[in-house]
């Protein structure tokens, strides 16, 4: 008779043991890289006047010459000095980011032309990010004078359109460097 109560009591358990469920929580996955930083990137660009495009894990912040640089030279104007300072403090705090700064010309000019305002506009903006606080090696520049046109050059407003500074953000890779001994 014991024998039978300890089997009886044996399955009763099991039986409540099998029936039980528990759920499993998963925690939601954790927002991409990408997904983490354009949302307040976005709101910064859009109070400053530029555009920001996400391409996968890639983040275009599209800053216009027009307004923001002296006509005439690569100077930046102190309205252009302002937004993009408070791009820079965001930015700053973000050490998971690299930033490759790219500037674009239309296509008046010269190819050399071109290539050294190009050049000479990333650098202003550049600038304008250290002096932000933003380390030098997160940063890359690069000009591309009338190579990546967003609007056709024949007309005042896709030239207008391709005279621009980018300031692509990816996700930082630190390198090291191997030391010869």
Same mark, same amino acid.
């Given at each position: 008779?014991?024998?039978?109560?300890?089997?009886?009591?044996?399955?009763?358990?099991?039986?409540?043991?099998?029936?039980?469920?528990?759920?499993?929580?998963?925690?939601?996955?954790?927002?991409?890289?990408?997904?983490?930083?354009?949302?307040?990137?976005?709101?910064?660009?859009?109070?400053?006047?530029?555009?920001?495009?996400?391409?996968?894990?890639?983040?275009?912040?599209?800053?216009?010459?027009?307004?923001?640089?002296?006509? =005439?030279?690569?100077?930046?104007?102190?309205?252009? &000095?302002? +937004?993009?300072?408070?791009?820079?403090? /965001? *930015?700053?705090?973000?050490?998971?980011?690299?930033?490759?700064?790219?500037?674009?010309?239309?296509?008046?000019?010269?190819?050399?032309?071109?290539?050294?305002?190009?050049?000479?506009?990333?650098?202003?903006?550049?600038?304008?990010?250290?002096?932000?606080?933003?380390?030098?090696?997160?940063?890359?520049?690069?000009?591309?004078?009338?190579?990546?046109?967003?609007?056709?050059?024949?007309?005042?407003?896709?030239? =207008?359109?391709?005279?621009?500074?980018?300031?692509? &953000?990816? +996700?930082?890779?630190?390198?090291?460097? /191997? *030391?010869?001994?």
């Amino acid at each position: 008779m014991n024998i039978i109560k300890t089997l009886a009591l044996a399955s009763l358990v099991f039986v409540t043991a099998c029936s039980s469920k528990q759920e499993v929580v998963q925690a939601p996955p954790a927002p991409s890289w990408a997904e983490s930083r354009i949302v307040n990137l976005t709101s910064i660009a859009e109070q400053q006047g530029y555009e920001v495009e996400r391409e996968g894990e890639q983040i275009r912040l599209l800053i216009p010459v027009d307004g923001n640089f002296h006509p =005439k030279r690569t100077l930046l104007l102190p309205s252009g &000095l302002v +937004p993009l300072s408070k791009v820079a403090q /965001a *930015l700053k705090v973000d050490g998971a980011s690299q930033l490759t700064v790219v500037g674009h010309s239309d296509s008046d000019g010269s190819d050399e032309l071109n290539k050294k305002l190009s050049m000479e506009r990333a650098q202003a903006v550049a600038s304008v990010l250290r002096l932000g606080g933003i380390e030098r090696q997160r940063m890359r520049l690069s000009a591309m004078a009338d190579n990546q046109p967003r609007a056709d050059n024949s007309t005042y407003t896709g030239r =207008k359109l391709n005279r621009r500074v980018e300031i692509i &953000l990816t +996700p930082y890779q630190a390198t090291s460097v /191997a *030391l010869a001994e």
